[in-house]
């Protein structure tokens, strides 16, 4: 150690450490020994500097382990093992810490005496040295649980596992903490060695079940949520007293050990034993978790519930959260499934930390969703005392119930609602922002009954307070009352329209009061409202209101800001409603959206090339640029032509088309299904070069992906008509696996089996010699996934493909006939030609198989599909 300077003393020198100092100290072979020797033997120092040099020397393992001189790496070890059992508790930490680290830079195969080290270190007399070496297994056990239980170390687990049982019972809580804290990291991934004792760790953990220790309780409760995962036959035996002991535990005086015995209430509601095993604690249970759902003090203190009017104090950057962009799905348009619900239990999520609050609301909102309306009766008493208490936080976390249990208990609800949706209107002008707040959200819960009722009875209030509150003074109110109007507004779509002035009014207000982060959820309000009134929008007053603000934004962000994200989104949602008004606005908004690929493909070209010099762009900037390109295309149509005459959109798009990110795909594949729509005579082109990177896409792993493509191979094949027969052999044979695989994926099932389908049912309407003679691989699927879906024009090409193909080749569809009668009865309206096409080809198979054998067929018919068929096309 004597090489290196010294002419300050020990402490000033670690303190007064920069990282370029340490970058040059670095060069001295010898200073990582100085750091050892600091932390290990320098007892006269403070602990604090002790303990400074161990985590300097833990971030140079960490940066240069690798390029330690041989001697300099054993002495570490060596010096870590020797100190483990150091009196000081900070230091013995920190010696855990710098052995993990060690151990990380895939080091328990070099330091194979490490862990039999440790685990002997266990046995020691001395309480440090246990408890010391116990603290690093602790870490190393959870930093490298994986390389543990392989063979690659010749599986030590199978000596630490019952090893650490024994320690379960120690006189020493820290101890037992310690030894429970190591088994938990086993269980999730049902290692071998644990299981082989599971039978010894319950019983184990049921004696500690009423440990004085708290960090105890916690591990315990902890490994039960766990274990209920994966070994619930070994708790089922003792199922009720683990129930009651977890309801003990979930109203504990420690809120961590209330917050991880609540834990177990979500996870079993996930399980199908769910409602046998809760039914008879529900009257305790549910009292438990409403009484969870208050703020506690420290909530209240941390969420600044004394402030009221903090509108006009600039946000801190770190109060915002990073947005991800959700990409552009075309198969949103065919979906009659309900998109998924994002207005989760989220609703303070400032203090974005996992609380006994949010998880005692999730718990209770689950379980609304297992036990429906049989909750009601457990609940409604509570609530009635909640809502009208007289002290806020209670009347707070009454709202918080009422909106937690609104998706599970809908129904056993409803006759209560006329009574409280005023109520709760009311409660929006409570002199308590986090009261506004959250009966903000609860509202939002309730939208879709608001709206399935006559607008002026609750729709109108409700929406005249929210709007108001989206002007409130507090900014969580702003945000809870932007994210609940967003939600309204998708719920009550057109049903907005005569407000539509008063709405802009509010939103176009806001622009000028918000502060950073609630603009963002501004700009997804402003969005939705497009999404949702469509065509209705377009009117030279609401233009004149909407976009100035818009577009001053768009003008202040630079190309690098990630706020561009939620207004490219919002701009894309406003472009597609407002079509032809948007024209003003589109030239500038297109060449930077151009301008953010371009940039963006450059970038990533430059780091491919050179990863070291070269950052990896972000690529959501691309993402985001693509959808909004189509939101113009959808929107605009003929009207984008002269704009992508003058770009190199589509060389960007062919780029893009292959990129290995799947989201850069999919919304490459939605923009070229939209300019084919818009402007195919820029597009055909490059069909040659398009086709067969659509082909490869053609994969179910990725879904978003391969709707995508599928969608525009349709939109390429109704334009190209004949001329798309050399293009048919790359994608027939995958369309008809996706949708003749057995195990599609529910929402691809649900909502959009449909696309690849209708993509087969217009590849066949222009090239039925090509694709008529696989009728009989797909026909059956093909009829059943086309049945649930509305009447639209895309069905109408589709169909029109089946029954041109079926006049090619009518053997394919005999066997399966029954199906193709009832798709065809699935249409409500179809137009003249197609209803000829269809009664054309009911009449042909009647008379092929004659009236007796059409008797027989006909009887195997449902009645309403009997009925239908013989009142629509006389068979």
Not at 189 to 199: K, Y
Request: glycine letters at 4%.
């Amino acid at each position: 150690t004597k090489r290196i300077p010294d002419h300050c003393s020990n402490s000033n020198f670690l303190n007064s450490f920069s990282l370029q100092k340490l970058e040059q100290l670095n060069q001295y072979p010898d200073f990582n020994n100085y750091l050892i020797f600091v932390l290990t033997k320098l007892k006269s120092e403070d602990e604090p500097t002790r303990s400074l040099s161990g985590l300097i020397l833990k971030n140079n393992v960490k940066a240069h382990f690798h390029s330690f001189p041989n001697g300099v790496t054993d002495f570490i070890k060596s010096e870590c093992l020797n100190n483990i059992g150091d009196s000081s508790p900070l230091i013995r930490a920190t010696v855990g810490i710098l052995i993990t680290t060690i151990a990380s830079k895939g080091e328990l195969q070099n330091w194979p005496e490490l862990l039999p080290k440790l685990c002997s270190l266990l046995d020691s007399e001395d309480y440090n040295t246990c408890e010391g070496a116990f603290g690093a297994l602790q870490k190393i056990c959870e930093d490298s649980a994986e390389i543990l239980d392989s063979d690659v170390l010749d599986r030590p687990l199978n000596i630490m596992i019952p090893k650490f049982l024994q320690f379960f019972k120690h006189s020493s809580p820290k101890i037992r903490s310690h030894a429970v804290a190591c088994v938990n990291q086993f269980i999730i991934s049902r290692t071998q060695a644990l299981m082989l004792h599971i039978d010894s760790f319950i019983e184990n953990l049921f004696a500690l079940a009423g440990d004085e220790e708290p960090e105890v309780r916690k591990n315990v409760c902890r490994a039960l949520v766990m274990l209920l995962e994966v070994r619930m036959d070994r708790l089922l035996p003792h199922m009720i007293s683990i129930v009651e002991y977890m309801l003990q535990r979930t109203q504990d005086q420690d809120e961590n050990v209330a917050l991880e015995a609540c834990e177990f209430w979500l996870t079993l509601a996930e399980q199908p034993i769910c409602k046998d095993v809760l039914c008879r604690h529900l009257t305790k249970l549910i009292p438990v978790l409403v009484n969870g759902m208050k703020y506690s003090e420290i909530d209240i203190i941390l969420l600044k519930g004394d402030i009221e009017e903090d509108d006009a104090i600039p946000d801190s950057e770190q109060d915002i959260r990073p947005r991800f962009h959700r990409s552009r799905t075309v198969a949103q348009q065919h979906e009659d499934g309900i998109e998924d619900d994002d207005n989760d239990l989220d609703d303070d999520d400032t203090i974005s930390d996992w609380n006994l609050r949010k998880c005692s609301a999730a718990a209770l909102d689950v379980l609304a969703n297992v036990f429906r309306d049989e909750l009601l009766p457990h609940i409604l008493p509570l609530l009635k005392e909640l809502l009208f208490h007289p002290e806020w936080v209670v009347k707070e976390s009454g709202i918080l119930v009422l909106g937690a249990i609104a998706e599970g208990c809908m129904q056993g609800m409803i006759p209560y609602l006329p009574e409280l949706i005023p109520h709760l209107i009311q409660c929006l002008s409570n002199k308590k922002a986090l009261v506004r707040s959250i009966t903000c959200w609860t509202l939002s819960r309730y939208a879709h009954w608001v709206v399935s009722q006559p607008p002026d009875t609750y729709l109108k209030p409700l929406m005249t307070e929210l709007l108001k509150r989206i002007l409130d003074s507090n900014k969580r109110v702003q945000e809870a009352a932007c994210s609940a109007f967003a939600t309204l507004e998708e719920e009550a779509c057109t049903e907005l329209v005569p407000y539509l002035a008063y709405i802009l009014d509010t939103l176009v207000f806001a622009f000028s009061k918000y502060q950073h982060k609630n603009l963002l959820i501004l700009y997804d309000a402003i969005g939705t409202l497009a999404d949702s009134v469509g065509h209705h929008l377009n009117k030279p007053e609401y233009i004149q209101m909407l976009m100035p603000p818009l577009i001053q934004k768009w003008n202040v962000l630079k190309d690098e800001d990630k706020d561009l994200f939620p207004l490219l989104e919002c701009l894309s949602s406003v472009a597609t409603a407002l079509q032809s008004g948007f024209l003003p606005y589109c030239e500038p908004v297109y060449q930077r959206c151009v301008n953010l690929v371009q940039k963006t493909l450059a970038q990533a070209m430059l780091h491919n090339a050179q990863p070291d010099q070269y950052e990896a762009p972000d690529k959501d900037f691309m993402i985001v640029a693509l959808d909004l390109l189509s939101g113009l295309a959808e929107g605009l149509g003929g009207n984008i032509e002269q704009l992508v005459a003058r770009s190199n959109i589509l060389t960007l798009m062919y780029q893009c088309m292959q990129d290995k990110m799947p989201e850069v795909r999919q919304s490459s594949f939605a923009l070229l299904g939209d300019l084919t729509k818009a402007c195919f005579q820029h597009v055909k082109p490059c069909i040659a070069d398009f086709m067969p990177i659509l082909g490869t896409n053609l994969n179910p792993e990725f879904i978003s992906v391969c709707n995508n493509a599928t969608w525009a191979i349709g939109e390429i094949s109704i334009q190209m008509g004949i001329e798309m027969q050399p293009y048919v052999p790359m994608v027939l044979h995958q369309l008809v696996e996706i949708i003749n695989r057995p195990n599609t994926p529910k929402t691809l099932l649900e909502n959009t089996a449909a696309l690849p389908s209708i993509t087969i049912g217009r590849l066949g309407y222009v090239c039925p010699q090509e694709v008529a003679p696989m009728l009989q691989q797909f026909i059956r699927p093909w009829c059943t996934s086309l049945r649930n879906i509305r009447d639209n024009e895309e069905k109408d090409s589709a169909f029109r493909g089946i029954c041109t193909m079926i006049s090619v080749n009518p053997s394919g569809v005999v066997q399966d006939f029954i199906f193709f009668c009832d798709a065809v009865a699935s249409w409500i309206s179809p137009k003249d030609d197609l209803r000829d096409m269809f009664c054309k080809i009911l009449h042909g198979f009647k008379n092929q198989v004659g009236d007796e054998n059409w008797r027989r067929f006909s009887d195997q018919f449902p009645f309403p599909l009997k009925e239908r068929l013989a009142a629509y096309y006389g068979v």
